[in-house]
């Protein structure tokens, strides 16, 4: 028995030991290392912007994001809804305005923890973290490779594409989703459609209500683009599944993201983008010379300066490490991801060079594209394409050489690498100063200087242009000061035009209220003694089907324009604004007759009005203002905003929600208990190749 067991056990030593699998691939294996990993290479890297005194987000992150973002969280911190606005353009529909993210359930907690500077700079930091770990799961699957797709998740999480886009919050926010839109509708097509494609249709949604609608406009391309390349190889799953899910996910898209899509396109009809079009002209269009920054990242001079590129800095950025180019130029012998990164990279780079790359103006005829600007946006596109590739291309360099170290050491070096250009050395990932230094002194000492004229109520300060002079841009609705400019691309197009009919005719000033002038040369307020009251009754009405033409002719203390028919003021009439909020007025009246009121209010769908209990029309009044005809007699009018689209868009995305919700419960629920051995495998973690 004692033999037995001794040559059982050299019988047992004779045995191959099973290989060791590298520390590193254990890691790199399981979902839950590499989230860890990628949160601490995030907040290596974003280290100072984070934690400096010295370092302050800048650009159209305070100008735009910061100033929306903070209005509307000390809405919510009231209680309130800010349904409109009247602290930018003399009013405009505020939460109709997609860049507000207002919306975007993961700007919420910043929203409820109240936003500042720094919660900006985290939000940034964030969706850095999910662009890494969405390209982590998007390469996974496509290259079969946890390990790799390590790779992939550095070069696109810390690319050139979104320093240069460290001021852009909202395009920040969607193409840090791209990944996570192509993974779960890859997944859709080969694992579950029913788990997946809700999935798919969420993230749509999600990049949606980011708010920036060119971005996801460019999210929606790379997955027909995905599409179209597998189907194009025949890809028997893709074909059958595929077309259907994609319309599937498209509608998902569109109700969930229907609470801000909504009013977003009523608003947009009305903005001077509705008569632009850039389906010939645009600007930014990608140069040839800005290829040269994936290898020379300082080659215009946007990471230390003095720029000497093209007309935007924040455009022309695209250095994604020196290895990226060198590994992607390797990955396309890899036959795997070869087409499908090409089929991205290549539309996607033609496109971004506008008109003279031609095919620009076959795209802009499509819906949407006609009303899109800067085409060279889309580089986050081939950036993905890139990262992927550059993946592949670590394979073959691992299986030509065979070390087991050289994956680690590739990723610590494309790090390092990015880190230094894209972010210690970069001066469009944040202001080496602090907010107080770059914006805050201004605006505190704006908002001190305007305190006492604030207070009064119903006045109104004008200016030729939007300046930091008075801090961010947009600082006005941080101060609560009711000014006629503002910094937005979605103006309304009927104010835009009464504002400069008003340089030739300064009249139209005082029909806007304007109780001061702000002179930008010395700071100072010049009161405004010709300045009409907020609500006024003119002596005489013109008729004109195009107001805007009669603008620079009109004396608005004399006469007011509207499209049809209305009665003139009565001379003994009385009024009296006896309540007023920023989106409510209420107006005592006294009139023998009845009369036309013009409230100085840029008109608007959704403004309403009642006069003792009974809704009364809101007319169009001198072009860009609104204005009500009262019954004769006595009372009181009730004039108040509402958005017509916002309460429908609600109940479509929450009725929405919960649809995708139980379809992919029910998917999940019906594929549990039928899997077999071999699906649960392939649908595993994958460890190395």
């Known amino acids: 028995m004692a033999v037995k067991r001794s040559h059982a056990r050299k019988l047992h030593s004779r045995r191959p030991e099973a290989p060791r699998v590298p520390f590193y691939e254990r890691v790199f294996g399981d979902a839950r290392y590499v989230l860890v990993l ?33 209005y509307f969280s000390d809405n919510l911190h009231d209680g309130k809804l800010p349904f409109w606005t009247p602290y930018v353009y003399s009013g405009m529909p505020f939460l109709a305005d997609p860049q507000v993210g207002a919306w975007y359930p993961l700007n919420w907690p910043f929203f409820l923890a109240g936003v500042t500077p720094e919660s900006i700079q985290l939000e940034l930091a964030l969706h850095a973290l999910l662009a890494c770990f ?108 595929a077309p ?9 898209t569109f109700l969930l993201s229907a609470i801000a899509t909504l009013p977003g396109l009523e608003l947009a009809g009305q903005s001077i983008r509705a008569s632009e079009d850039f389906s010939r002209q645009t600007n ?61 990279f290549v539309p996607a780079v033609w496109y971004a060079f506008g008109p003279p790359g031609g095919l620009y103006l076959l795209i802009a005829r499509l819906p949407g594209f006609r009303s899109v600007r800067a085409p060279v946006h889309i580089w986050f596109v081939a950036a993905l394409a890139l990262s992927l590739l550059a993946a592949a291309g670590a394979r073959a360099m691992r299986q ?72 961010p841009l947009n600082n006005s609705l941080n101060t609560r000061t009711e000014v006629t400019y503002g910094y937005n691309p979605l103006e309304l197009s009927a104010y835009q035009r009464y504002l400069a009919a008003a340089q030739a005719n300064p009249k139209l000033l005082n029909g806007l209220s304007v109780t001061q002038k702000l002179d ?32 620079d002719r009109l004396d608005p203390a004399e006469s007011a324009i509207v499209e049809r028919a209305a009665p003139r003021g009565d001379p003994s009439a009385r009024f009296q604004v006896v309540g007023y909020g920023p989106e409510e007025y209420r107006i005592q009246y006294q009139v023998a007759s009845p009369t036309l009121l013009r409230i100085a209010v840029p008109f608007f769908p959704g403004w309403r009005a009642e006069a003792h209990g009974a809704g009364i029309e809101v007319l169009r009044v001198d072009s860009a203002l609104s204005g009500v005809i009262v019954p004769a ?39 549990r208990p039928g899997l077999s051995g071999e699906v649960r495998r392939s649908q595993g973690i994958r460890i190395g190749d």
């Open 38 to 70: 990628f949160a601490v290479l995030v907040f290596v890297f974003y280290a100072d912007p984070l934690l400096s005194e010295n370092a302050s987000v800048q650009w159209d992150a305070v100008d735009v994001h910061y100033s929306l973002q903070k």
């Open 400 to 471: 030509k050489w065979s070390k087991p170290w050289l994956l680690p050491v590739l990723a610590l070096l494309a790090f390092g690498d990015t880190w230094y250009w894209n972010m210690d050395q970069n001066m469009l990932a944040y202001a080496r100063s602090s907010f107080e230094a770059i914006y805050g002194a201004a605006g505190a000492r704006f908002q001190t200087a305007t305190s006492s004229l604030r207070q009064s109520g119903l006045h109104r300060f004008a200016a030729p242009n939007d300046s930091n002079t008075f801090g």
């Open 633 to 671: 007699g006595a009372g009181e009018i009730r004039f108040w905003f509402r958005s017509n689209w916002i309460a429908s868009g609600a109940a479509l995305s929450a009725a929405s929600l919960l649809v995708l919700a139980a379809l992919a419960g029910w998917g999940a629920v019906k594929a």
């Open 284 to 344: 930014s269009p990608l140069v040839p010379g800005a290829l040269l920054t994936l290898f020379l990242p300082d080659y215009y001079g946007a990471v230390r300066g003095p720029y000497r590129g093209p007309q935007d800095v924040t455009q022309f950025y695209f250095y994604g490490g020196i290895l990226l180019p060198i590994l992607a130029a390797i990955g396309l012998r890899d036959r795997k991801i070869r087409w499908v990164a090409l089929a991205i």
């Open 244 to 252: 259907g899910l994609l319309a599937g996910v498209i509608v998902g």
């Open 520 to 551: 930008e040369r010395n700071g100072d307020l010049v009161p405004n003694p010709e300045a009409l009251p907020r609500v006024t009754a003119p002596r005489n009405v013109i008729v004109s089907m195009r107001p805007e033409s009669a603008l």
């Open 134 to 241: 969405g390209a982590w799961l998007l390469a996974r699957e496509l290259l079969e490779s946890s390990t790799l797709a390590v790779l992939a998740g550095i070069f696109y999480g810390f690319s050139g594409f979104f320093a240069g886009h460290s001021s852009h919050v909202g395009i920040f926010q969607a193409a840090a989703l791209l990944p996570w839109l192509l993974w779960a509708f890859v997944r859709a097509v080969r694992r579950g459609i029913w788990i997946f494609g809700p999935l798919a249709a969420g993230f749509g949604g999600l990049i949606v209500l980011a708010g920036h609608f060119q971005t996801a406009l460019y999210c929606f391309s790379a997955l027909a683009l995905l599409i179209g390349i597998q189907c194009w190889l025949r890809d028997p799953a893709w074909l059958r599944r």
